[in-house]
C-alpha cells in the first residue's frame, strides 16, 4: 500500500508493542523444551509470524489468544519440513541451527530480499559439524544431524549466527565451544540471547580467547520453561514468560516525541538488555527532555543539536535517529555503518535517499552518513524499497516537513509493527490510505 501524509505534530501515549527480537528468543527457546510454554505477546508482526510458522512446520502446535501464544512442542519433530521464514533474517538464522539438532533434514526458504542476505559462514561451520546443506544462500536443503565440537567464526558478521549455534548446541551429549576471530558487533543481541537462555536453565560459560569472545557450552542440557514470577507454571492464557516492549520500534515515537514534545510511551524496561534502548540517551546528548518514569518514556522536546553516533551495535535505530539529526541544528556523523548494508535494504543507500527525497543535506563516503541538520524538510516520495524501518522513519519525518509526504510500499511496516499507521493516527497523524 501506498500512504499519503499531510504534516502535523505528533503527541500522545502509547503502550510499546512486544519486542520481536524477544520473541523470536524466548520461541526458540520453547522449540527445544519437552513441555509446553505460554509466552505473552501483544502484539503479531509478520516475523513473529515466520517464527511460528516454522514452528508448526517442525511439528510444534501453536495456540494464539488475545495476549499470548501457547507452543507445544511434538513428541517427535518433523523431518523433510519445509520452514518458510518470510523475510525474517532472524527466524532463520536462529531456526538453521535448532533444527538441525532435532530432525534429520529439512529445507529453509524465505521471500524478498532475505534470499540474498547471507548465510555462508554459518553454513561452513556446520557441514565441517556433520551437515550436508545445499546452499550458502536461501533456499538451504539440510540432512544429517549437527555434531558438538569447537565452532570458529568471525563476530562481525551476523550475531545472529552465534545466537543461533548457542540455542542448539546445549541440547547435544558433547561439550562445545564457539570462539569467534574477530571482535563481536551488535554484542547486545548476544546478550539478550544469554539471558533467555539462563531464564530456561542453559548455562554458558564466557570468557574470551586472543582478546575476542569465547563460549564454552556443556552438553547434555535440558531447556526448562520459566517459572511465573508467583513460582506456579502457566495455565491457559496465563504466560509462563513475556516478551519485553520493544525499544527499536518505540524510537520512533521517541524521536517523534523529541521532535514535537508530548509524547509518551509505555511498557519499556529501562533494565532491559535491548541496545536500542540507548536512543534515549542518545537523543538527551542531541538535547532531548527525556523523563523516564518506571516503565515509562516522556518525551517533552527540546532544542536538538548534532552529535557524533557509533552504529556498531545499534544498526536498527539509524534510519529513525537520522530524522532526528535531518531536524537537529548542525552536523550529525553516523559511523561504523558496515551492517547497515546486510539489511531489509541497504540502509546506507536508503536512508541517505529517504533523507534527500524530503529535502535533508545528506551524504555518505562509505565509512559514515553525514547529516547537516535543517529546521523544517520539504516534504516528498519516499519508496521504503520494502523495508520497514524506513517506511517507519519517512512516517515520523513527516512532522518535521512542511510539505505531504507520500510513503510507496508503506506495508512494509508489517513486518515488525502491523499496528503502526493505526498508531500514527492516534498520535495525531494525519494520513489517507492509496
Known sequence: MNVKITPSKLHGELQAISSKSDFHRIAIAALLCRTPVTIGVNSISEDIAATLSCLAALGCTVDSGAAFVKITPPERYNSGALLDCGECGSTARFILPAAAVLCDSFTLDGHGSLRSRPFAQLCSVMRTHGCEISSDTLPITVSGRLESGVYQLRGDI???????????????????????????????????????????????????????????????????????????????????????????????????????????????????????????????????????????????????????????DIPDLVPAISVAAALAEGKTRIYNIGRLRIKESDRVETVCDMLTSLGAQVSSDGESIIIIGRKTLGGGEVDSRGDHRIAMSAAIASCGCTGGVLIKNAGAADKSYPLFFEHFAHMGGKLDVL
Request: charged share 15%.
Open 158 to 312: 551476523s550475531s545472529q549466527y552465534i545466537t543461533g549455534l548457542l540455542y542448539a548446541l546445549p541440547v547435544l551429549s558433547n561439550d562445545s565451544v564457539i570462539k569467534l576471530t574477530t571482535p563481536l558487533s551488535s554484542a547486545g543481541y548476544v546478550d539478550m540471547t544469554l539471558n533467555t537462555l539462563c531464564s530456561f536453565g542453559i548455562s554458558i560459560k564466557t570468557d574470551s580467547e586472543n582478546g575476542f569472545p569465547r563460549y564454552n557450552i556443556a552438553g547434555g542440557q535440558r531447556f526448562i520453561p520459566p517459572f511465573r514470577a508467583d513460582g506456579k507454571s502457566a495455565s491457559d492464557g496465563i504466560p509462563d514468560v513475556s516478551a519485553e516492549g520493544d525499544w527499536s520500534n518505540a524510537a520512533f515515537w521517541i524521536c517523534a516525541g523529541a521532535l514535537c514534545g508530548g509524547v509518551s510511551i509505555g511498557g519499556l524496561r529501562y533494565e532491559s538488555l535491548q541496545r536500542d534502548k540507548s536512543v534515549v540517551g542518545l537523543l538527551r546528548s542531541m538535547g532531548a527532555d527525556i523523563v523516564i518514569s518506571g516503565e515509562r518514556v516522556i518525551c517533552g522536546g527540546g532544542t536538538l543539536h548534532g552529535i557524533d553516533i557509533d552504529a556498531g
